[in-house]
């Protein structure tokens, strides 16, 4: 079976530093992106990794190691408008079509 | 760029009729278009990719009879769910990858449906 697990609820104030993690297992990976949804609306693209390492985009930061099937989305100087669903998604077999695989996503509550 | 809308936004309809939603990809040709399912409070579990010109492949339980993907153009394709029943109720998102070669899907803003 296929399955990536990420924590349900993370709450963290405003100006702090969470991690959200990811561990998986599939039947054959290209790489980790990750997510956020707000209530009511649609996903929208983060970051990726498809190598081992920290890749950084702003305040997001992803981590990547495939050796442990693990990676983390990192967020820091939180602000409220953070608050969503954080989900990880892991591209899956055949490469042709490149389709995605979602966790169970984690809520982040961000609190002033 | 790389905008996807689906329409209607929302829908309600009676136990038993047919709902046809559409994906549009409004800036980008997608080849490749995805069909998720998104209960409340839960994650997206994909249903089906869809291909241009072809039949979709469909995910493990879900029944192709009755959510019907029709793939006509490289813009646009459709999910119709037929005989919708209440359980059927759910937030219906499509995802187009681009043709330019990049992995990275883009997703429309969903389609909430209500079986009454």
């Known amino acids: 079976g296929q399955s990536l697990e990420q924590p349900s609820e993370v709450t963290a104030v405003e100006g702090a530093i969470v991690q959200i993690n990811c561990t998986y297992q599939t039947s054959g990976f290209y790489g980790l992106s990750w997510y956020q949804q707000h209530d009511g609306g649609a996903p929208t693209f983060l970051s990726y990794?498809?190598?081992?390492g920290l890749e950084e985009t702003g305040r997001f930061s992803s981590f990547l190691s495939r050796s442990d099937s693990y990676g983390y989305l990192l967020l820091q100087e939180l602000q409220m408008k953070d608050s969503a669903s954080y989900f990880c998604?892991?591209?899956?077999?055949?490469?042709?079509?490149?389709?995605?695989?979602f966790g169970t996503g984690t809520r982040l509550q961000v609190f002033p | 760029g790389a905008v996807v809308s689906q329409h209607p936004s929302w829908v309600i309809c009676k136990s038993g009729t047919s709902v046809k939603i559409e994906c549009r990809s409004l800036?980008?040709?997608?080849?490749?278009m995805f069909w998720y399912r998104q209960f409340p409070k839960q994650s997206l579990m994909l249903m089906a990719t869809?291909?241009?010109?072809?039949?979709?492949?469909?995910e493990q339980g879900v029944e192709k009879d009755k959510f019907l993907i029709n793939h006509a153009s490289l813009t646009l394709s459709t999910l119709t769910v037929t005989s919708a029943h209440p359980e059927d109720s759910s937030f219906y998102i499509c995802s187009a990858r681009s043709d330019r070669g990049s992995y990275e899907q883009y997703f429309g803003p969903g389609t909430r449906l209500t079986v009454t």
């Open positions: 990794n498809a190598l081992d």
């Open positions: 800036d980008f040709q997608a080849t490749t």
């Open positions: 869809s291909n241009e010109g072809s039949k979709a492949t469909y």
């Open positions: 998604a892991v591209r899956a077999p055949p490469k042709s079509t490149d389709k995605l695989i």
